[in-house]
């Protein structure tokens, strides 16, 4: 299957974006993915139930910030982080910074 909702990076918008990284879960994914490296949904653990999990993927997901893949019953998602240090240079090496300084995000976790 293709990747569900792939935005053209100029599609980004700054205001969606900041919204979607409102939330200490959300920018706790955003730190296990800026590796680079793709993790399965159940790789991801976070303090919220799984369903809650989905909705803060959904979000990442419909502001660009993340690209999803489906395999088979298994989605796959990535950080777009090409895409948002073209359309918003410095925007994820700031956010990561002082999400590491304030240790926001912590508590989700990467279970590979």
Same mark, same amino acid.
């Given at each position: 299957m293709a990747d569900q909702h792939s935005h053209e990076a100029r599609e980004m918008s700054?205001?969606?974006v900041l919204a979607a990284?409102?939330?200490p879960t959300r920018i706790g994914i955003v730190?296990?993915?800026a590796d680079g490296r793709e993790r399965g949904w159940g790789q991801l653990r976070a303090p919220v139930a799984k369903s809650t @999990?989905?909705?803060h993927l959904k979000i990442l997901r419909e502001a660009g910030i993340t690209r999803t893949r489906q395999e088979g019953t298994r989605c796959f998602v990535t950080l777009r982080r090409a895409e948002l240090d073209e359309r918003?240079?410095?925007l994820t090496r700031a956010? @990561?910074?002082a999400a590491d300084a304030e240790d926001v995000g912590e508590v989700t976790?990467?279970?590979s």
């Open positions: 700054l205001p969606r990284l409102s939330d730190r296990i993915l @999990l989905s909705h918003f240079p410095d956010l @990561l910074a976790a990467d279970e």
